[in-house]
């Protein structure tokens, strides 16, 4: 099973969007890493986000380059600072689905390292906004980093 966690691209500052949609920035970024993924034909059963204005727009440029069976859904329990065992169970319940996921920093560090180190702390993972990074379940439970791909290597 494969897991791809994605930080949101860079959002507005609140005071110029309120709802915080991506800038012209995190519009640009999410773009580079999209065509990037197309080049790769992933295939997801959906790319779920977290609600925010800025996680679904990700999300929906991230989509146009993936095959996705389910296509973009919103999702609870993915907003920054929502526990993390809620959608570890999900996840690991389900072994046989690819998931993107689209949300915020804390929470999607404090996923990566709860699957990788078996601890929310562990810190195994250096998000950047834009960037997605590809976990991987072996046969035995066990998840890897197993790639990670930012909008600078671009």
Not at 69 to 86: I, R, T
């Amino acid at each position: 099973m494969k897991l791809y966690l994605v930080q949101h691209g860079e959002a507005n500052p609140e005071d110029v969007d309120p709802s915080r949609g991506l800038s012209a920035k995190g519009q640009a970024d999410v773009k580079k890493v999209a065509e990037f993924l197309k080049s790769l034909q992933l295939c997801v059963k959906a790319v779920r986000h977290s609600g925010k204005t800025r996680a679904a727009q990700t999300a929906d440029i991230l989509a146009q380059s993936l095959a996705s069976g389910d296509g973009v859904v919103q999702h609870a329990d993915l907003a920054p600072m929502d526990a993390v065992e809620p959608i570890r169970n999900e996840v690991e319940h389900d072994p046989s689905l690819h998931y993107m996921l689209v949300g915020h920093l804390p929470f999607m560090g404090k996923l990566a390292s709860l699957l990788v180190a078996g601890s929310e702390s562990a810190d195994v993972v250096a998000f950047q906004m834009g960037g997605v990074v590809c976990l991987e379940r072996d046969d035995k439970g066990v998840w890897r980093v197993r790639w990670m791909v930012t909008p600078d290597m671009f």
